[in-house]
């Protein structure tokens, strides 16, 4: 019998023999020990690998846990330091609306004290105006008053009359005037720093008043003043006013 035969044969009648013959099977076992583990070292071993699988599992389910606590703590950071954001920028909202609105009534009460100050001066300003349009009148009249006396020969008499009846201005009111006499001639005039249309109708009814009154027609109406409305002037040619804007265009009487 050759080798492959007898293998053969092996294999065909082995199990039979090993479950009926304890005594040959117990000799294979102990023969072919050094091949494979026992069945105490195979449980012990599979036991190992069993503490070892848990061991790896019970690992990576504490870096789970420890991932998932780290995951959450920084959730919780990340929360935190949103909320702190948002009310710190809603702290900086509210307060740039408070800033906003204490700089919109800041302005306004700087407005109204520039407004304010400004009709003030405008005030005084005009108060100014008055006075010195009335000491540059008066200013005019002693100056021409003097130039005529001194130059010319003629008395300059300064009228005010009160006017009872309110011919002149609608109500009873003094009326002041210029009346220059020069060799019998009278010449009424008028002495202002400035003189619009309403002045210069005013001046030719101050001046009926006063030939009215005295009983004498007027030789001459006379306007001198530097700031002659244009519709004034209009006015004096129609009703027959000389007017001069400087006293030195006055050259004879």
Known sequence: MNAESLKESIRRELPEILRTDPEFRA??????????????????????????????REKNERKWEENNRKWDEQQREDKRKWDENNLKWAEQNRQWREDQAAAREEFRLVHEEIMAQAKKFDRSIGALGARWGLQSEKAFRDALAGILEDSFGVQVINVNEYDDQGEVFGRPDQVELDVIIQNGLLLICELKSSIDKAGMYSFERKARFYERRHGRTANRLIVISPMIDARAAKVAERLGIETYGDSTELKAL
């Open 27 to 56: 000799y294979l076992l102990n023969l072919t020990r050094e091949e494979y583990a026992g069945r105490t070292e195979t449980n012990d071993r599979f036991y190992e690998l069993l503490g070892e699988l848990r061991r790896d």
